[in-house]
């Protein structure tokens, strides 16, 4: 499922880790390549049903995920997955503390 928002650099499978030398967790949010919680609208994983239709770039807080796994996100960093706050790791790969990516969620959508 593609990014459909103008963002140069989304991506919902590639994952970023923080700089050699620094040590993973928010010593590492100002060499991320976007803010945390920055909010990118995907295109719903047309023909596969999945209705995530948003992406939100996050740091991997104190658990790691699981390919397909899913989190919720506070502030940017992810936190357990809860009611009406469940996002899941699309990036093909399991996410690690440190680790920065964007994962997807359901969001209502208006005209």
Same mark, same amino acid.
Request: aromatic share 6%; charged share 10%; hydrophobic share 35%.
């Given at each position: 499922m @593609?990014v459909? %928002?103008?963002l ?7 994952v970023?880790?923080p700089?050699?030398?620094v040590t @993973?967790?928010?010593?590492? *949010?100002?060499?991320?390549? &976007? *803010? $945390?919680? #920055? %909010?990118?609208w995907t *295109?719903?994983?047309a023909? %596969?049903g999945?209705?995530?239709?948003i992406a939100? &770039? ?11 796994? #899913?989190a919720?996100? +506070? !502030?940017?960093? #992810? ?5 009406? !706050?469940?996002y899941? !790791? *699309?990036? =093909?790969?399991a $996410?690690v +503390?440190?680790?920065?990516? &964007? $994962?997807? =969620?359901?969001?209502a959508?208006? @005209?």
């Open positions: @593609p459909v %928002t103008p140069i650099g989304a991506s919902l499978t590639q970023w880790k700089p050699v030398g @993973p967790g928010a010593a590492g *949010d100002a060499t991320a390549p &976007f *803010d $945390l919680g #920055t %909010t990118v *295109d719903g994983g023909g %596969t999945s209705g995530r239709t939100v &770039f996050c740091r991997v807080g104190a658990s790691g995920i699981a390919i397909g796994g #899913t919720g996100i +506070t !502030n940017g960093v #992810t936190v357990a997955a809860a009611a009406g !706050n469940t899941t !790791n *699309d990036t =093909g790969q $996410l +503390t440190g680790d920065y990516a &964007f $994962l997807t =969620g359901a969001a959508m208006s @005209p």
